[in-house]
């Protein structure tokens, strides 16, 4: 069973545009959300996370929407660039108590911004 | 700051191969991961370990081994390699608390003939 659903799968932006990506998670129990992004020939690296007490977080042009009642999440890019180019996952956890981040990863998605 | 460093980038098998991949960081974090990522499916754990000699399954193990006798080393071992599969594995690592960040390395791209 998937945790967590990611969409859309990809969407092409235009630069200077806005990006929304939107995940939703099935166990109630999850309580932190990152998402991660990836660059093709690397690893994920996070760009930004909340936690279920927060309902946004801001990092600059990155800002992350929680909606506990609905279990949906979603990423906004605003003034989008052509760097930002790459494949996002959205991802959940419930809390862990010292053992590491045992994380539901979405499929992810594949942002392209066109110049 | 820190690296993780897989070994090898590419991985070409033959079907019915036992086949290792390795894993080295130097953040000094007591976690580590085995994820895999196949294309359209996101990534899915195999295997993490929280600490030297500590193994615990992820939802993917069947079909894998893996070990980690030392902090810094974790490896994979595909036990028997399935014809025409083709897949990245991701290596990771975080600090031993709660949610906190994973660190990836490029990956090993695995082929099999």
């Known amino acids: 069973q998937q945790q967590v659903r990611q969409s859309p799968q990809s969407l092409t932006v235009w630069e200077g545009g806005t990006t929304v990506l939107t995940c939703s998670y099935e166990d109630s129990t999850f309580n932190y959300f990152p998402w991660y992004q990836q660059f093709p020939g690397e690893g994920p690296a996070l760009l930004i996370s909340i936690l279920s007490v927060s309902d946004k977080k801001e990092d600059g042009r990155f800002t992350t929407f929680f909606n506990k009642r609905e279990k949906k999440l979603s990423l906004h890019i605003i003034d989008s660039q052509p760097g930002d180019s790459a494949t996002y996952f959205c991802?959940?956890?419930?809390?862990?108590?010292?053992?590491?981040?045992?994380?539901?990863f979405g499929k992810g998605a594949k942002l392209t911004v066109s110049p | 700051g820190g690296i993780i460093t897989q070994t090898p980038k590419f991985l070409i098998g033959q079907e019915g191969q036992k086949l290792t991949l390795k894993c080295q960081q130097n953040?000094?974090?007591?976690?580590m991961y085995w994820y895999r990522q196949d294309s359209g499916k996101g990534l899915r754990l195999i295997y993490y370990s929280i600490t030297e000699n500590d193994l615990q399954k992820g939802d993917l193990s069947e079909g894998y081994d893996a070990s980690r006798e030392k902090k810094s080393s974790f490896s994979l071992t595909v036990t028997s390699a399935q014809k025409n599969e083709m897949a990245v594995f991701l290596c990771?690592?975080?600090?031993?608390?709660?949610?906190?960040?994973?660190?990836f390395g490029h990956g090993t791209k695995l082929s099999v003939l």
């Open positions: 991802a959940g956890s419930p809390p862990q108590q010292g053992t590491g981040s045992k994380l539901s």
């Open positions: 990771a690592s975080s600090m031993r608390v709660t949610n906190e960040r994973l660190f």
């Open positions: 953040f000094n974090h007591d976690t």
